[in-house]
Every structure is written in C-alpha cells, then in structure tokens.
T-cell receptor
Framework: KAGVTQTPRYLIKTRGQQVTLSCSPISGHRSVSWYQQTPGQGLQFLFEYFSETQRNKGNFPGRFSGRQFSNSRSEMNVSTLELGDSALYLC?????????????FGPGTRLLVL | SQQGEEDPQALSIQEGENATMNCSYKTSINNLQWYRQNSGRGLVHLILIRSNEREKHSGRLRVTLDTSKKSSSLLITASRAADTASYFCATGRSGYSTLTFGKGTMLLVSP
C-alpha cells in the first residue's frame, strides 16, 4: 500500500506570495491532518479534515486554510506569506483520528520564504 | 500548545547501549504514541500504547505508560547508529481528532 505523499517536496517563495501544498493520504484513510514544524516551536497542529469537513483547527491565523476533496486528498493554502512561515509542513493520514487510530506521516514539504 | 514534554532534550550514547527517553503530559489521554524523525524528514510511527495498557514491546522498543504520573518512557535496547534521530511522543484524547506532540529528544548513537 502506498504511503502518504506530499507535493511539492521543496518550495521557495517570497514574502507576500501565496502557496498551495498537496497531500494524498493512504488509500482508505479518511482523516488528514496538517502540522507545521519549526526549530523554535516544534510540531504545531494546523487542522484536521475528515470526509471533506474540517473537524479541528489549531491556533494559526486565517492566512492558513485547507480543504479536503471527496477522494480524501487534501490541500493547504497559505496566503500573504511571511518569513516566519518558513517551515516543514507535514501531512498525516489515519483511518479516523477521532477514534484514536495511528497517524501515518508523509515526507513533508519544506517551504522557504525569502 | 505542547502537551508532551520529552526528557532529555538530547542524548548521546555508544552503539550497543540502551537509550531511555521520557515523556510527561498534562491532561488525561486516550493513547500515547511514539514517533521517530530522521533529520528534516517525515515522522515514522513506532508504537501506540492505550491508556489501559502499562507496557508494550515492538522489536528492540519497549514503551511504558503510567497514567497516575502522566508519564511514558521509550526504551531502545542495543542501540545502533541507524537509531540516530529525533523521537517524539504524541498524546491523543478521546473525542479529539488531534494529536499533541512534545518537542522531542534528539538521540545520537555513535559507532
């Protein structure tokens, strides 16, 4: 079974631009979560989607948004990029995180904002 | 916000030695999971222990959970250089569709 895939793997943007990251979960998984990882803050939860509905959102500004499609693939968007948005963005999927299933992570998208 | 706190922040040992990492958390949990991350890459799931379990084994890994002390430990026996990575604990709570991660322990295993 293929693992979680994320595209692109690396991205360089400039301040003020916007970016869209994509995540394809493991086949059959309906829960997709997004995390931001930085050296200073560690792993911070962004949001979680299940069956196209956002069930939980972390403490991030409205510039961070996401969505999930009917095939469970998910995208996250960051608008008006700031230098502090430079981070590794990780996507994880599970059968249903609300019933405490194991999350499986993708390799991440490393975003650098200049 | 971070719920789990790993201890120590960094650990350096020789191949063949055992490595023990600890995780403390603040609220009641449904399960606790340990993950490994090699430098700048995705997280690999190691083991999940539920709140009604006290100990689990997986290969060279042994995880314990003490819900009365709100703490868990991960023991890696007979460490190898390939075990060099950061290790994170993550807690899940019933009814919450999120995991909360600690800041991790960086383990360096020298040949």
């Amino acid at each position: 079974k293929a693992g979680v895939t994320q595209t692109p793997r690396y991205l360089i943007k400039t301040r003020g631009q916007q970016v869209t990251l994509s995540c394809s979960p493991i086949s059959g998984h309906r829960s997709v979560s997004w995390y931001q990882q930085t050296p200073g803050q560690g792993l911070q939860f962004l949001f979680e989607y299940f069956s196209e509905t956002q069930r939980n959102k972390g403490n991030f500004p409205g510039r961070f948004s996401g969505r999930q499609f009917s095939n469970s693939r998910s995208e996250m968007n960051v608008s008006t990029l700031e230098l502090g948005d430079s981070a590794l963005y990780l996507c994880a999927s599970s059968l249903d995180l609300a019933v405490q299933e194991t999350q499986y992570f993708g390799p991440g998208t490393r975003l650098l904002v200049l | 916000s971070q719920q789990g706190e790993e201890d120590p922040q960094a650990l350096s040992i020789q191949e063949g030695e055992n490595a023990t990492m600890n995780c403390s958390y603040k609220t009641s949990i449904n399960n606790l999971q340990w993950y490994r991350q090699n430098s700048g890459r995705g997280l690999v799931h190691l083991i999940l222990i539920r709140s009604n379990e006290r100990e689990k084994h997986s290969g060279r890994l042994r995880v314990t959970l003490d819900t009365s002390k709100k703490s868990s430990s991960l023991l890696i026996t007979a460490s190898r250089a390939a075990d060099t990575a950061s290790y994170f604990c993550a807690t899940g709570r019933s009814g919450y569709s999120t995991l909360t991660f600690g800041k991790g322990t960086m383990l360096l295993v020298s040949p």
